[in-house]
T-cell receptor
């Protein structure tokens, strides 16, 4: 099955700086890559996703990039704010099949 | 997301007891999932169901069983609970369309096995 690795496990940044979280996957058939954000004590929620036919996708301060050849994808958060503090999970799937989640990155934005 | 609910929200039980965690959804989705979350291990899939007659094992199904009673209900059972099943359990539903699939998670059930 698919194996998704996520780094770093913890990340601290100053408010206003950028944060980057990286994931790698093993199954070249995977074609859908969502990112979920889990605030403390809350449930995970989808924040952005990318399909394998797209190299980059942006939504305001967040962006995701995908390198299919290298089998890795990254989440970029610019101009970080305290409310960005959360655990972020990447996932990989073949659309319509089960998700394989990474182990999560705990992001702390220091005011 | 109030559309996906889980009961109970917290549960303490003893080793060897049978317990059931319940999940209900009003989203009308066919697909439902059970995950467990442990610190440092992320979200791991226990079982999933793509419709009422479909049940599939996930990566960590040993020690668990499920029942899909209706499109809206998906229950997870621990037949004989053990301490290493202490975890946060999430139910999720999903809808696939236009090359995208969003999973909607319930609020979670925090389980402690003594």
């Amino acid at each position: 099955g698919e194996n998704v690795e996520q780094h770093p496990s913890t990340l601290s940044v100053q408010e206003g700086d950028s944060a980057v979280i990286k994931c790698t996957y093993s199954d070249s058939a995977s074609n859908y890559f969502p990112w979920y954000k889990q605030e403390l004590g809350k449930r995970p929620q989808l924040i952005i996703d990318i399909r394998s036919n797209v190299g980059e996708k942006k939504d305001q301060r967040i962006a995701v990039t995908l390198n299919k050849t290298a089998k890795h994808f990254s989440l970029h958060i610019t101009e970080t704010q305290p409310e960005d503090s959360a655990v972020y999970f990447c996932a990989a799937s073949i659309i319509g099949n089960q998700f394989y989640f990474g182990t999560g990155t705990s992001l702390t934005v220091i005011p | 997301d109030a559309d996906v609910t889980q009961t109970p929200r917290n549960r303490i039980t003893k080793t060897g007891k049978r317990i059931m965690l319940e999940c209900s959804q009003t989203k009308g989705h066919d697909r439902m999932y059970w995950y467990r979350q442990d610190p440092g291990l992320g979200l791991r899939l226990i079982y999933y169901s793509f419709d009422v007659k479909d049940i599939n094992k996930g990566e960590i199904s040993d020690g668990y069983s499920v029942s899909r009673q209706a499109q809206a209900k998906f229950s997870l059972s621990l037949e004989s609970a053990i301490p290493n099943q202490t975890a946060l359990y999430f139910c999720a539903t999903s809808d696939v369309g236009q090359g995208q699939e969003t999973q909607y998670f319930g609020p979670g059930t925090r389980l402690l096995v003594l």
